[in-house]
């Protein structure tokens, strides 16, 4: 009893401190992405098996009847293993109260579902507007070595929609909702039937906003 007590007590900061959203999803068939530019052109975060993680800040908004569960963020999952299984979270402290939803897309799918091709393109156009040039080249520096593997790669866009969840006396705080710092997570499962990591997300260690 005494032992058990104690690893709930260890565990109990990771528990109080940060909030877990998943998706978990199947890659699709063996796909390249496109020879051209036009991937890396629209600046999108990735994540792969080579690059697992990533901690950012995505924008959030309170429901409206336009934007029902808050602002569209899009990512790129590349690098996937086809048919294999994949869990995808994201952690978020507990002090930003924030609701998510994510969706994971094919390129078809993307490209010929208006209004996912319309948020994709907004959401690039505002990358091209707040990123400067050295933002651009580290994006690109994350970006998975072609495969070698008989079976190939594939990938999937990820959009992650965020609202807040929260009211606060503080009037700034409820006009202008700041930015969620989080932590993205791509968990490849082994032999699709259990995640190869027990790691619990977000720490304490995040730098003071």
């Known amino acids: 009893m005494a032992y058990t007590f ?12 940060a909030n877990v959203e998943k998706v978990i999803f199947l890659a699709p ?12 052109n629209l600046l999108l975060t990735r994540l792969s098996e ?12 309170f429901p409206s009847t336009d934007f029902p569960k808050g602002i569209e963020s899009w990512f790129l999952l590349e690098g996937l ?3 294999r299984r994949y869990e995808l979270r994201i952690c978020w402290l507990a002090t930003q109260p924030t609701s998510f939803w994510l969706y994971t897309h094919s390129l078809d799918h993307t ?3 208006p209004n996912l091709l319309a948020s994709l393109s907004d959401y690039a156009y505002a990358r091209h507007a707040q990123l400067g040039s050295e933002d651009s080249r580290s994006l690109l520096q994350r970006k998975a070595e072609a495969s070698t593997s008989d079976v190939g790669s594939t990938f999937l866009f990820l959009q992650v929609l965020a609202a807040a969840d929260y009211f606060s006396l503080n ?36 730098p003071a906003l």
Do not use: K
């Open 50 to 61: 080579q690059y697992p993680s990533v901690r950012t800040h995505i924008n959030a908004s």
């Open 81 to 83: 293993r086809p048919g």
């Open 6 to 17: 104690i690893i709930v007590w260890l565990l109990w900061p990771y528990c109080a401190f």
């Open 111 to 113: 490209f010929a579902t």
């Open 29 to 40: 068939a063996a796909g390249n992405l496109p020879q051209d530019a036009s991937i890396d």
């Open 171 to 206: 009037q700034t705080l409820m006009e202008v909702v700041p930015p969620v710092a989080v932590d993205i997570i791509l968990d490849p499962y082994v032999l699709n039937w259990a995640h190869g990591s027990f790691q619990p997300g977000f720490q304490s260690s995040w």
